[in-house]
C-alpha cells in the first residue's frame, strides 16, 4: 500500500509539473493528498472485481494495478494510451485490471457499479465492484435511486464517498442540507460509516469489512472517506490565491498526509528501513519517468482513428442461426 | 405462413430470445404487469422468474445505469420504457454513458443493450404520455435506431438488436400492437441497416417509419385508384439508415414526401430531406419535397385536438396531390 500510495502521489506530481508546459492538455483532476481512499479500497479487493472511478480517475487506475505508461499516455492523449486518445484523464479504462471505465458526469457510475454487481450475483460470480465517487454526487438524485437499488436487491457492491469538503468551488456545506453523507444510508436500509480517508490502513480494514459483505450476501455498504485534495479541484495549482479555501486549512490537511504517516508507523514498527524507503521512492520515480517517455515518443492518433470506434464491429453470427432477409 | 399480432410477435421474440442466451434478461418498469406493456409480456415472468424478468422502481436513469453496468460484466439486457416520455430521466446514461462507452475508452469495451422504447399515445393522454422521441436517439452517436412496422420485423428486429454488440433503440408503437401479420414460428433476425419497399410506384415516393407506414399504405391504395402510382418505403433502421434504397427510389420517382410520426424541427423527415438536398439526385427533382409530420407543439389532450395533430392517412394524400401539382 505504501509504494501504491507513493506511486499516484509521484505520479501526480509529475503531471503538476507538465501541465504548465502544456506537453499535458486534457484537464487533469489530481488525487494528490487522497491517496489512502484508492488504495486501502483496492488493496482489499480482488483482480476480478470491478471499479468505477470519477473525472479524478488517475489514482483509481493506478491503485487497482493499471500500467503507468498506458495511463501517462492517455494524458498526453496518444494512441498508446489506456483509450486511445479518445479519453483523455477523464476517461480511463483498461478492462484488464477490472476497471471498466471512469465518467466525468458526477454521480454517473453508482449505479452502473451496481449494474455490474447484478450481473455478478446473476452469473453467480464471486465478485463485487465498487463506484468510487465525490462528495458532489449526493447532490444528484442517481446516487439516491442507485442506493435504493442496490439495497433493494441486496447486491454485492460497495458506494466509496471520497469526501474532500469540496464540490468544485462550493465547500460542501453549501450544498448539502446535511453533510453526513453517510448517514443517508439509513433511508434505504444499508450500513453507512464515516471514516478517516487518509488512514490508509483504516480505508483497508473498513473497506474489507464491507467486501466481505457484498460477497456473502448481505448487500452494499456506503462509506465515506474524509479526506482533502491538495490541489485545486482541476489543474496544478493549490488555488488559495482564487479566496476559495484557508493556507490553514490546507496546512492542516497536509500535517494528515495519508503517505507520511503510513510512512512514520513502517519505520518506527522496522517494517521498512530507511534504505528500504530510498530504494522505494527510486523505483518509483524511475517508473514513472519511463511512463513519461514512453508518452513523449508514442504517436498520436491519426486522422484515419477519428471515425473509429463508435461502433463494435458486428461479430459473426453462428451459422446455426436461421436468418431470413425481409423481402415485404 | 402463420399470422400472428405485433404484440404477441414481441412476446415470441422476448420468449425464444431469453430462452436462447442466457446473457438477456428483461429489466424495467411494468415487466411483469399483465396491463402495463400491452400483452407484450404476458408470461415471462412465470416461465423465466424474477431472477430475469426484473420488474423495478420506477428510477429510470438508475435502471438504464444497471443495465449498462450488467452489458460490461458479459450480459445483454433489454430494458423496457413502457413510454418514450418517462426515457428523458434516463437521458444521462443513455446519452453520456451508453452512447459514448464504446468510443470513450478507445474500443475497448462495448455496451451491448436493447432499449426498448414504447410508443404510447392518443386518448387523450396530452403531452407528458404521447412522445415519440426516436429523433433525438437518431442524433445522437453511438446508438442503432430501429422502427418495425410489421410484427415479422418486429420479431427480427428485436432478435437483431440481441445479437448486436452495440447498444440499439428498438422503437415499437401501441397503435401497431394488434396489426396482424406473417410471422415466423423460428427466431431469425432481420439485418439493421436496410429498409424495405412496402409498395412500388413511379410517381411519388413516399417514406415513413413505422405506425405511419400503414397510413402511407392506405393512402396509396385509395391514390391507386385515381391512376396516381405511389412508392412507400418503409425505412425501419432509421441509424444506420438505407440511402441506397431511398436515392434509388427518388432518382426513379422525381419526387419525395417524406412522412414521420415525430416533430417536424429536425426530426426524421428533416433528415431525410437533407440526404436528398446533399445528394446530385437532388437536380432530378421534379417538385421540392414535402415533410408529413407533427407540428412542433406539444400534445393536445382533446380528442378534436388529438385527431388534427397526427399524421394520417388523408394529410399523405393532400401531400400527393400537392406534389403533383407542383
Keep these: 500500500m505504501y509504494v501504491t500510495m507513493l506511486k499516484i502521489r509521484k505520479f501526480e506530481e509529475r503531471v503538476a509539473e507538465l501541465l504548465p508546459t502544456k506537453e499535458i492538455i486534457t484537464p487533469c483532476h489530481l488525487y494528490i493528498g487522497e491517496e489512502a481512499v484508492a488504495t486501502g479500497v483496492c488493496s482489499a479487493l480482488k483482480k476480478d472485481d470491478y471499479v468505477f472511478s470519477t473525472h479524478r480517475s488517475h489514482g483509481h487506475f493506478i491503485a487497482k494495478g493499471g500500467d503507468l505508461k498506458a495511463l501517462m499516455a492517455e494524458l498526453y492523449c496518444k494512441k498508446t494510451g489506456c483509450s486511445k486518445g479518445k479519453g483523455g484523464s477523464m476517461h480511463v479504462a483498461s478492462s484488464d485490471i477490472g476497471l471498466p471505465g471512469s465518467s466525468a458526469i458526477v454521480g454517473g457510475t453508482i449505479p452502473i457499479a451496481a449494474g455490474v454487481a447484478l450481473a455478478f450475483s446473476m452469473q453467480k460470480k464471486d465478485a463485487v465492484s465498487v463506484a468510487f465517487f465525490g462528495d458532489g454526487a449526493p447532490h444528484e438524485g442517481i446516487f439516491y435511486e442507485s442506493l435504493n437499488f442496490a439495497s433493494l436487491k441486496k447486491l454485492p457492491v460497495i458506494f466509496v464517498c471520497e469526501n474532500n469538503l469540496y464540490c468544485t468551488h462550493l465547500p460542501i456545506a453549501a450544498c448539502l442540507a446535511d453533510t453526513n453523507i453517510y448517514k443517508k444510508s439509513e433511508a434505504f436500509g444499508m450500513p453507512g460509516i464515516r471514516i478517516d480517508g487518509n488512514n490508509v490502513m483504516q480505508v483497508y480494514e473498513v ?29 496544478p495549482y493549490d488555488d488559495l490565491d482564487k479566496g476559495l479555501r484557508s493556507r490553514e486549512e490546507l496546512d492542516y490537511w497536509m500535517n494528515k498526509c495519508p503517505i507520511k504517516m503510513l510512512e512514520r508507523f513502517l519505520l518506527e514498527h522496522g517494517i521498512m528501513s530507511e534504505l528500504e524507503r530510498e530504494q522505494i521512492h527510486k523505483a518509483v520515480l524511475e517508473e514513472i519517468e519511463e511512463s513519461v517517455k514512453f508518452a513523449r515518443e508514442s504517436p498520436y492518433p491519426g486522422e484515419n482513428d477519428l471515425l473509429n470506434d463508435v461502433f463494435k464491429p458486428h461479430r459473426r453470427v453462428k451459422s446455426s442461426r436461421h436468418i431470413i432477409e425481409a423481402k415485404r | 405462413m402463420r399470422k400472428i399480432s405485433y404484440a404477441e410477435a414481441i412476446n415470441e421474440a422476448l420468449n425464444q430470445i431469453i430462452e436462447k442466451d442466457n446473457r438477456v434478461f428483461l429489466i424495467g418498469q411494468g415487466v411483469t404487469s399483465p396491463w402495463y406493456v400491452g400483452s407484450t409480456t404476458v408470461g415471462l415472468i412465470d416461465r423465466f422468474s424474477s431472477r430475469r424478468i426484473i420488474d423495478t422502481p420506477t428510477s429510470e436513469n438508475c435502471v438504464t445505469g444497471v443495465a449498462l453496468g450488467a452489458a460490461l460484466a458479459g450480459m445483454h439486457p433489454i430494458v423496457c420504457y413502457p413510454r418514450m416520455d418517462f426515457m428523458y430521466y434516463a437521458m444521462d446514461q443513455i446519452a453520456n454513458h451508453i452512447a459514448n462507452w464504446h468510443y470513450m475508452f478507445g474500443g475497448q469495451l462495448s455496451a451491448p443493450i436493447t432499449l426498448w422504447a414504447i410508443i404510447n399515445r392518443g386518448g387523450e393522454q396530452a403531452a407528458q404520455h404521447s412522445q415519440a422521441t426516436h429523433a433525438i436517439f437518431m442524433h445522437i452517436p453511438g446508438l442503432k435506431v430501429v422502427m418495425p412496422s410489421t410484427p415479422y420485423d418486429a420479431k427480427g428486429f428485436l432478435a437483431a438488436s440481441v445479437e448486436e454488440d452495440n447498444p440499439v433503440v428498438f422503437v415499437d408503437d401501441r397503435w401497431l400492437y394488434q396489426h396482424v401479420g406473417e410471422v415466423p414460428e423460428e427466431l431469425y433476425s432481420v439485418p439493421i441497416g436496410r429498409g424495405a419497399v412496402r409498395r412500388e410506384g413511379e ?50 420517382t422525381g419526387r419525395l414526401i417524406v412522412v414521420d410520426g415525430g416533430w417536424k424541427t429536425c426530426g426524421v423527415a428533416a433528415e431525410i430531406s437533407a440526404r436528398i438536398a446533399e445528394n446530385e439526385v437532388f437536380r432530378t427533382l421534379r417538385a421540392p419535397a414535402i415533410r408529413v409530420s407533427l407540428p412542433d407543439t406539444p400534445a393536445p389532450a382533446s380528442s378534436a385536438l388529438e385527431k388534427v395533430y397526427y399524421p394520417d392517412a388523408e394529410k399523405i394524400i393532400l401531400a400527393v396531390r400537392k406534389i403533383l401539382e407542383m
Design chain 1, 207 to 235: 473497506a474489507k469489512k464491507a467486501i466481505e459483505d457484498a460477497r456473502s450476501g448481505k448487500g452494499p455498504t456506503l462509506i465515506e472517506c474524509m479526506t482533502y485534495r491538495w490541489r485545486g479541484h482541476v489543474g
Design chain 2, 203 to 252: 410517381d411519388v415516393t413516399v417514406t415513413a417509419t413505422s405506425y405511419m407506414v400503414h397510413e402511407a399504405i392506405k393512402a396509396s391504395e385509395s391514390l391507386d385508384k385515381e391512376g396516381i402510382d405511389v412508392e412507400v418505403l418503409d425505412l425501419r433502421s432509421l441509424k444506420p439508415l438505407d440511402e441506397s434504397l431511398l436515392l434509388t427510389s427518388v432518382k426513379k
